[in-house]
């Protein structure tokens, strides 16, 4: 399908990091263009008279970290040339609003007078790539922005893992440091105590402030990657880092991560 706009991206990491709560459309709206409308929408060409007029699109329930379109959108029969269609758009408003994701067509559709077009169920979806963000996060966001299933903001933890993770480790199943003091790091929202989070730009966000986990009291083994949770114990992995550099804690060492050396980012 192709990529979550720079809006989207953006309101989904302050809603998870900052507390700013994502008010999701009650009907998101599926747009042709006829060039790439990007990531910032400055792209968008839809076709303009003639009939046209976004359609209103559903998806299922997320599933492999993906929504799909559930049931066909038809739109009027052109009363004149919309051009050629390349591209395709989901917004949140009908006419309007703000982009929520864009793609291209596999095959683009040339659009003359009397033609009625259709795109299939099945023909759009929209998901996140494996790695970095966790399934169980990218089905709770997907479900948010798509289908207005709540989501409330979790707090967030930083910890520490002694072995490999991947998209649907959870925080129960991550293998942590045991024992020695170790303990998972509240990173706090935008605005509270430090650390806090910076506010989302670029489609991210990064720590402000260093955060530091307790002092070991005992070896805590050697770290392989990082982690954002949503509780200080068990809970939802939410972020991954598995290229976190590898390193053996001892008994009197601390573990801190520099401002800015945490990144959430939404591809």
């Known amino acids: 399908m192709g990529n979550i706009s720079d809006f989207l991206a953006n309101e989904l990491l302050d809603h998870v990091f900052n507390a700013a709560a994502y008010t999701p459309a009650l009907t998101v709206y599926l747009a042709l263009s006829t060039a790439d409308p990007t990531n910032s929408g400055a792209g968008i060409a839809e076709p ?35 051009g050629t269609v390349t591209h395709l758009a989901i917004f949140d408003a009908v006419s309007g609003g703000n982009m929520l994701a864009h793609g291209a067509f596999e095959t683009a559709k040339t659009i003359v007078a009397n033609n009625t077009p259709i795109v299939s169920a099945g023909e759009v979806w929209i998901e996140f790539g494996a790695g970095d963000i966790s399934t169980t996060l990218a089905h709770n ?33 991550v293998t942590e440091p045991s024992g020695g003091a170790y303990a998972r790091t509240l990173v706090n929202a935008n605005g509270e105590a430090s650390p806090t989070w910076s506010a989302a730009a670029g489609r991210a966000i990064t720590n402000l402030a260093a955060v530091t986990l307790a002092v070991a009291t005992g070896a805590w083994g050697t770290v392989v990657a990082s982690f954002i949770a949503s509780a200080v114990s068990g809970g939802d992995i939410l972020f991954y880092d598995n290229d976190t550099a590898d390193q053996a804690v001892a008994s009197g060492d601390t573990v801190q991560f520099a401002s800015g050396a945490i990144d959430a980012v939404v591809n």
């Open 48 to 82: 303009t008279g003639n009939g046209y007029q976004r359609q209103a699109i559903t998806f299922g329930a997320a599933a492999s970290r993906r929504v799909t379109q559930s049931d066909s959108v038809v739109f009027p029969q052109a009363t004149g040339a919309w």
């Open 141 to 173: 966001l997907l479900n948010l922005a798509f289908r207005n299933v709540a989501y409330s903001a979790p707090s967030t933890y930083v910890g520490l893992a002694t072995a490999m993770l991947s998209d649907t480790t959870t925080g129960s199943t």
